[in-house]
C-alpha cells in the first residue's frame, strides 16, 4: 500500500499505458486504434517527467542569489532548509527528461499523422475502416487472378 | 577492415566532418527532392544523395581503419553532456552496407518506380526514401540511446509511408502499413521506456558512459527491466520471431525498391542496435548470458524453423520472401546468441550476405513486375524464357539463400556452422541443417517453376526489365557470387565488427 502512495505517478503511468494497449488491441476501428495508440505513447511521457520531477524542485532556470525572485521563492521555502542550502540554491527538477520527452512528443504527433492519413487511404480504397471488413475485402484480392493486367 | 587502411578517398577536412555528413547529406537531399519540380529530378537528386552518402561512409571506414573508434561530438559539445556519434568497426560496416544498398536501390529507382508508384507521387517518395537512409545511417552512427530512439522513428516514420506507397500495384498494402505503424510505434514505445529505465538507473544517455555505470552497478531489476524492453522494442523493429507478425504483410504490399530496402537495411539497422545494447551497453554477467542463451537463442531457432515451413506453405512470392527474411534473421540471431568472436562475426557475415542475396531477390521481382503483374508462384511460370536476364539474377540470389557453394551464402552457412561447432552448440547446428533444407525447399519450387516449366498459355507475356533496372540488379547478384569465390573485403569487416564488440580476434 505504502509503495502504491508514494510511487502513485508511476502507477498512474503504467495504468495508462495498459489502456492504450488494450484500446489498441480491443477494437477494429482503425481512428480508435490510434487513439489508444496515442494514448500507449503520452504514458511513458508521464513516466519520463515523473523521473525528472525532484521533490520540492523548481523549473530549471537559473535563479540568482540576489534576484527579487530568488528572495520571493526563498519566502515559500522552509527557512530551515533556505539556511543550508542558501538563498540562490534552489533545487531544480531535471530538465532533461522534459527535453527528450518534448522530442518523443513530437515523434508520436508525426507518427499519429502518418498513420491517420494512411487511414483515410484505406477509406478510400476499402470504403470503411473497420478492420473485420478490410480483412474480408483483402481475402477476396488475395484470391484474385493471376497475371493480371 | 584493414583494407581501407590505406584509403584516403576525401581531403582530410571533409573527413573529419564525414560522420556528421553522412547523416546530414541525404536529410537535405531529402528536402531537396520533396521540392524539385518533377519525379526525374527527384531521382537525380536521391542517386547523388545516396552516392554522396556512401563516399563520406568509405570516408569514415578509413578513419575507422586507422584509429579504431570515432567519437564526434555533436555541436562542440563534448559528450557525455552532448549528444556523441561513436563509429566503431561494426558500426562503420553496418553503414557501408546501409550506404551501398541506398545507392543500388536509388539508381534502381529510376525505372522499377515507373510500374508500381503513381507519377504525382514520385518525388515524395524520393523524399521518404532519402529519410529512411537518414534515419538509418543515423542509427548505427549514434552513440547516444535516445538519439537512436529519434533515428529509428526517422527512419520507420519514412517506411510506413514507402510501404502505403506499393497501394498503385496492390491495395492490399494500406491495411499493411498501417499495422506495421501500429506495431512499429508500439515498438518504439517500449524502447523510449527501457531507455527511460536505463536513464533513471544511471543518469545519462551516452552509450559509453551508460556502459561505464552499469558495469558498477550489479544486480539491478530496474537495469534488468530496462534491456528486457529495449530488446523487445527493438526486436518487433528487427522481426524478431515472434514479433515478425507485421512483416509479411508490409513486404508483400510494398513496391519492389521498397521490399529490398526493408529487408536490406531496417531490419539489419535493428539487428545492430540490439547486438549494440547486448554486447557494448550492458555489463557482462549471468543475466545477459541467461538472456542469450536461453531468450535470444531459441526464439531465433523457432524463427529458423517455422518460418521456413510457413514460407514452403505460402503462395505469393514476394510473401514467401518475406517469410524467408524471417527465418533468417534467425540465422544472424543465432550466431549473435552464441556471443563468442567466432559466433559474432559469423552472424554479421550472414547479415552482409543476407541483405545481399535478400536485395537482388526483392530487385528481380520487382524486374518482372516491370512488364507482368505476377503475384502467386504459377504466375511465375516460365518466366526465365520470357527475361532470362532477370530470372538468372533471381537464381544467383535464390542460390545464395539456400547457400549453394560458390555463393556467399553458402559461405554465411559454413562459418555459422563452424562457429556453432566451436562452441559446443550441436543442437544450433542441427536447426540450421533443418533450416537449411526447408529453404531448399521454397527456393527450390520458385526456381523449377521458373526455369523449367513452359509458360501459362494465354497469360500476358514479360519482357526483359530496362537496362536501369538490371544493372543494380547485376551487381547485387555479382556480389553475392563474387563475395562466395573471395570474401576477405567482408570476411575482414566482419571480424573486425566482432572484435570491436567482444574485443578479440576470432
Known amino acids: 500500500m505504502n509503495v502504491a502512495v508514494t510511487h502513485f505517478n508511476y502507477l498512474a503511468a503504467v495504468v495508462l499505458m495498459m489502456i492504450g494497449l488494450y484500446v489498441l488491441f480491443s477494437t477494429g476501428n482503425l481512428i480508435k486504434r490510434m487513439i489508444g495508440l496515442a494514448l500507449f505513447q503520452t504514458s511513458t511521457a508521464l513516466f519520463y517527467i515523473s523521473l525528472g520531477k525532484v521533490s520540492g524542485g523548481t523549473a530549471a532556470i537559473r535563479i540568482y542569489a540576489d534576484s527579487p525572485e530568488a528572495r520571493a521563492l526563498a519566502a515559500q521555502l522552509d527557512p530551515a532548509y533556505v539556511q543550508q542550502f542558501g538563498v540562490g540554491g534552489v533545487v531544480y ?17 508525426a507518427t499519429l499523422s502518418v498513420g491517420l492519413s494512411i487511414a483515410v487511404r484505406i477509406r478510400e480504397a476499402y470504403g470503411t475502416v473497420e478492420a473485420g471488413e478490410i480483412e474480408a475485402v483483402a481475402r477476396v484480392d488475395a484470391a484474385g487472378a493471376g497475371r493480371g493486367p | 577492415m584493414i583494407l581501407f587502411e590505406a584509403l584516403y578517398v576525401a581531403p582530410p577536412a571533409l573527413t573529419a566532418q564525414a560522420p556528421i555528413l553522412v547523416i546530414a547529406g541525404p536529410l537535405i537531399g531529402a528536402c531537396a527532392a520533396a521540392l524539385s519540380p518533377g519525379g526525374r529530378t527527384a531521382w537525380m537528386v536521391s542517386v547523388l544523395t545516396a552516392a554522396f ?27 557525455p553532456m552532448g549528444i556523441a556519434l561513436r563509429i566503431d568497426a561494426l558500426g562503420a560496416t553496418m553503414a557501408l552496407l546501409v550506404a551501398s544498398i541506398g545507392v543500388m536501390g536509388a539508381l534502381y529507382s529510376g525505372h522499377a518506380l515507373e510500374s508500381e508508384v503513381k507519377a504525382e507521387k514520385r518525388t515524395l517518395f524520393q523524399s521518404g526514401y532519402l529519410l529512411c537512409l537518414a534515419g538509418f545511417l543515423g542509427l548505427v552512427f549514434t552513440g547516444d540511446a535516445f538519439n537512436a530512439f529519434v533515428f529509428l522513428e526517422v527512419s520507420s516514420i519514412g517506411t510506413y509511408a514507402l510501404v502505403a506507397v506499393g497501394e498503385a500495384r496492390d491495395r492490399r498494402a494500406l491495411p499493411a502499413a498501417f499495422s506495421y505503424l501500429i506495431f512499429g510505434t508500439v515498438g518504439a514505445t517500449l524502447y523510449v521506456l527501457g531507455v527511460g529505465f536505463l536513464y533513471a538507473a544511471t543518469g545519462t544517455l551516452n552509450m559509453v558512459d551508460m556502459a561505464m555505470r552499469l558495469a558498477t552497478l550489479g544486480d ?38 521498397v521490399s529490398m530496402f526493408l529487408a536490406a537495411t531496417a531490419t539489419k539497422a535493428a539487428i545492430y542496435l540490439i547486438i549494440r545494447f547486448v554486447f557494448d551497453v550492458f555489463p557482462e554477467g549471468e543475466f545477459g548470458e541467461v538472456f542469450l542463451s536461453w531468450i535470444l537463442a531459441p526464439l531465433a531457432a523457432a524463427a529458423v524453423i517455422i518460418c521456413s515451413v510457413q514460407a514452403i506453405f505460402e503462395n505469393e512470392v514476394r510473401r514467401i520472401l518475406a517469410f524467408s527474411s524471417v527465418a533468417q534473421v534467425g540465422f544472424i ?43 502467386t508462384v504459377e504466375d511465375f511460370s516460365g518466366i526465365a524464357r520470357e527475361a532470362p536476364w532477370s530470372a538468372a539474377a533471381f537464381g544467383v540470389g535464390a542460390a545464395s539463400l539456400a547457400g549453394v557453394p560458390l555463393t556467399m551464402g553458402f559461405l554465411a552457412k559454413w562459418s555459422l556452422v563452424s562457429a556453432a561447432l566451436q562452441a559446443g552448440e550441436i543442437w544450433i547446428v542441427a ?26 498459355r494465354g497469360a500476358e507475356r514479360a519482357r526483359e526489365a530496362p537496362v536501369g533496372v538490371l544493372a543494380p540488379l547485376f551487381v547485387l547478384a555479382g556480389l553475392s557470387l563474387w563475395f562466395g569465390v573471395d570474401a576477405t573485403l567482408p570476411a575482414s569487416m566482419a571480424n573486425a565488427s566482432a572484435s570491436a564488440l567482444v574485443g578479440a580476434a576470432p
Open chain 2, 220 to 257: 539491478n531489476s530496474a537495469v534488468q527491466a530496462g534491456l528486457a524492453f529495449v530488446v523487445a522494442g527493438l526486436g518487433v523493429k528487427a522481426a524478431m520471431f515472434p514479433l515478425h507478425g507485421w512483416l509479411p504483410g508490409a513486404y508483400a504490399g510494398a513496391p519492389s525498391l
Open chain 2, 333 to 375: 540471431l543465432l550466431g549473435v546468441s552464441l556471443a563468442t568472436p567466432a559466433g559474432l562475426s559469423a552472424g554479421m557475415f550472414y547479415l552482409v550476405a543476407h541483405a545481399l542475396m535478400k536485395g537482388a531477390l526483392f530487385m528481380a521481382v520487382g524486374a518482372f513486375a516491370v512488364s507482368v503483374r505476377a503475384r
Open chain 2, 53 to 79: 552518402a556512401l563516399w563520406m561512409a568509405v570516408a569514415v571506414a578509413g578513419e575507422v581503419a586507422r584509429e579504431g573508434v570515432i567519437d564526434y561530438a555533436l555541436g562542440g559539445f563534448a559528450p
Open chain 1, 93 to 109: 527538477s531535471n530538465p532533461l527528461p522534459h527535453v527528450l520527452i518534448l522530442t518523443a512528443i513530437v515523434v508520436g504527433v
Open chain 2, 431 to 456: 536447426v540450421l541443417a533443418i533450416g537449411s533444407l526447408l529453404t531448399l525447399i521454397y527456393v527450390g519450387r520458385m526456381l523449377e517453376v521458373m526455369f523449367f516449366r513452359a509458360p501459362v
